[in-house]
């Protein structure tokens, strides 16, 4: 655990206005907690190892260090856990297999708060790794070694509006004020994975004089891809000046579903990848020799807008006259996916 008079200062050879700048982090509260365990399941056979981490940090966001500190003064608060597991077995004939899967997860919300931002525009992030692999390792002879590996990894993470309201209401910012309101400007989803198998198979060969050879060739495999999406909650993005609404920044101008707004995009990769060591010498000082042959292919990438009903541009820009209020209806102009109109 942390406490704020903990934090160092390292700006005191700074000018006054360069220290005024380069604030030190405040720190409000941290801390963290560590436990692992291991141990045998079955003697000489199966053994195993777990551990886990959580972490919570809150700190002063560097939009009110110059302010005083207040009691209702809203904080950036990052919680992260993490835990993994592993198995490893020793079994007859020469064979060993282990695996862990491992997770990390984080929280944090708070990260935009400001003295121009309003509770309800602030942001919430929430991200989730996992982790895996398998491997296997078999000598069915003193001169043949298998070793097989099959891993992965997949990554989510969630940016924007706080639950519940990424179908509105729609945000506002205001040009003169600089101050965002109602509702955090944008929400992003992402989701990333990656699989991989490989096998190769090892040949020990003796040589004269003490010295020996290793004959090595294998294969690998590996598939990724990536789903992201982006957009207004709501579906649009009013800016205001003074007060005064003035323009309207839409990815589609009907009510749309949180999942169809905005822009979304999709990329897929597959690689083999072939590999072979003639001649390696297992001991001694000479030169080894290895080529590797790899193949990328059917890698897709598909990207996509919300779509709009006929006579409606999918992103489009309308400036509001200042006497119009929050609640008038906006046609957007089919002229362009990003056009300007000013409303009769």
């Given at each position: 655990?942390?406490?704020?008079?903990?934090?160092a200062?390292?700006?005191?050879?700074?000018?006054?206005?360069?220290?005024?700048q380069f604030?030190?982090?405040?720190?409000?509260?941290r801390?963290?907690?560590?436990?692992?365990?291991?141990?045998?399941i079955l003697?000489?056979?199966l053994?195993f190892f777990?551990?886990?981490?959580?972490?919570?940090?809150?700190?002063?966001?560097?939009a009110?260090?110059a302010?005083?500190?207040?009691?209702?003064?809203?904080f950036a608060?990052?919680?992260?856990?993490?835990?993994?597991?592993?198995l490893?077995?020793?079994?007859?004939r020469?064979i060993?297999?282990e695996?862990?899967?491992?997770?990390?997860?984080?929280d944090?919300?708070?990260?935009?708060?400001?003295?121009l931002?309003?509770?309800d525009?602030?942001?919430?992030?929430?991200?989730?790794?996992?982790?895996w692999?398998?491997?296997?390792l078999?000598?069915?002879?003193?001169?043949?070694l298998?070793?097989?590996?099959?891993?992965?990894?997949?990554?989510?993470?969630?940016?924007?509006?706080?639950?519940?309201r990424?179908n509105?209401?729609?945000?506002?910012?205001?040009?003169?004020?600089?101050?965002?309101?109602?509702?955090a400007?944008?929400?992003?989803?992402?989701n990333?994975?990656?699989?991989?198998?490989?096998a190769?198979?090892?040949?020990?060969?003796?040589g004269?004089?003490?010295?020996?050879h290793?004959?090595?060739a294998?294969?690998?495999?590996?598939?990724?891809?990536l789903?992201d999406?982006?957009g207004?909650?709501?579906?649009r993005?009013?800016?205001d000046?003074?007060?005064?609404?003035?323009q309207?920044?839409?990815?589609?101008?009907?009510?749309?579903?949180?999942?169809t707004?905005?822009?979304r995009?999709?990329?897929?990769?597959?690689?083999?990848?072939?590999?072979?060591?003639?001649?390696?010498?297992?001991?001694?000082?000479t030169?080894?020799?290895?080529?590797?042959?790899?193949t990328?292919g059917?890698?897709r990438t598909?990207?996509?807008?919300?779509?709009?009903?006929?006579?409606t541009?999918?992103?489009?820009?309308?400036?509001?006259?200042?006497?119009?209020?929050?609640?008038t209806t906006?046609r957007?102009?089919p002229?362009?996916p990003?056009?300007a109109r000013?409303?009769?």
């Amino acid at each position: 655990m942390t406490r704020p008079s903990w934090t160092a200062n390292n700006s005191g050879a700074l000018t006054p206005e360069l220290a005024a700048q380069f604030r030190p982090l405040e720190v409000l509260g941290r801390w963290e907690a560590i436990g692992q365990a291991g141990g045998t399941i079955l003697r000489d056979r199966l053994w195993f190892f777990s551990g886990s981490q959580q972490d919570r940090n809150d700190t002063r966001t560097a939009a009110f260090s110059a302010r005083p500190l207040t009691s209702d003064e809203p904080f950036a608060s990052v919680t992260e856990r993490r835990v993994i597991g592993k198995l490893t077995a020793a079994l007859p004939r020469a064979i060993r297999m282990e695996g862990f899967v491992a997770r990390n997860l984080t929280d944090a919300s708070g990260l935009n708060a400001g003295p121009l931002v309003e509770p309800d525009a602030m942001t919430t992030n929430d991200w989730s790794d996992d982790i895996w692999s398998v491997r296997f390792l078999g000598a069915p002879t003193d001169r043949w070694l298998l070793d097989a590996r099959h891993g992965g990894n997949h990554r989510d993470g969630v940016s924007g509006p706080a639950t519940g309201r990424r179908n509105g209401p729609p945000p506002r910012v205001d040009l003169v004020t600089a101050v965002q309101a109602v509702n955090a400007q944008v929400y992003s989803d992402w989701n990333s994975w990656i699989r991989a198998t490989s096998a190769a198979l090892t040949r020990y060969v003796d040589g004269r004089a003490g010295f020996g050879h290793e004959l090595k060739a294998g294969l690998e495999y590996e598939r990724a891809g990536l789903v992201d999406s982006s957009g207004h909650p709501g579906g649009r993005l009013y800016y205001d000046q003074a007060g005064q609404p003035f323009q309207v920044i839409s990815g589609t101008a009907q009510p749309i579903a949180a999942a169809t707004a905005g822009r979304r995009s999709t990329s897929r990769t597959h690689g083999v990848s072939a590999f072979r060591s003639p001649s390696t010498p297992a001991s001694g000082s000479t030169a080894s020799v290895a080529s590797r042959r790899t193949t990328r292919g059917i890698a897709r990438t598909r990207s996509r807008r919300a779509r709009a009903s006929p006579g409606t541009s999918a992103a489009a820009t309308t400036r509001l006259p200042a006497r119009t209020t929050a609640g008038t209806t906006i046609r957007s102009s089919p002229a362009s996916p990003h056009s300007a109109r000013r409303l009769p």
